[in-house]
């Protein structure tokens, strides 16, 4: 049973930091390039951030001076820190494992950014 739980979402205010989190379950995590996406109101699906086995990290150019990307093995669990969050970050933010043939995603956990 392959699982990616996501917490960490929620209301905060433009400036602020909120910490995403994805505990996998199911997978040799250590296989897996993990990624964040994101989608908000009346938009695409966007990759926001990803980290591979070798730790080599890619973002998204909207997010690379905000946001963080890290993951911890032991755990096996992906995390998102994002910094000076704007409104525009606003949308469901959704974890992803990545592994040949095999990609699982998350349930998507809100994030809302406003005043």
């Known amino acids: 049973q392959v699982q990616l739980v996501e917490s960490g979402g929620g209301l905060v205010q433009p400036g602020g930091s909120l910490r995403l989190s994805c505990a996998a379950s199911?997978?040799?995590?250590?296989?897996?390039?993990m990624g964040w996406y994101r989608q908000g109101p009346g938009k695409q699906r966007e990759l926001v951030a990803t980290?591979?086995?070798?730790?080599?990290?890619n973002y998204a150019d909207s997010v690379k001076s905000r946001f963080i990307i890290a993951r911890d093995n032991a755990k096996s669990t992906v995390y998102l820190q994002m910094n000076s969050l704007k409104p525009e970050d606003t949308a469901v933010y959704y974890c992803?494992?990545?592994?040949?043939?095999?990609?699982?995603w998350g349930q998507g956990t809100q994030v809302t950014v406003s005043s």
């Open positions: 992803t494992a990545l592994f040949g043939p095999y990609d699982y």
């Open positions: 980290i591979r086995s070798d730790l080599t990290t």
């Open positions: 199911g997978i040799i995590f250590n296989l897996y390039a």
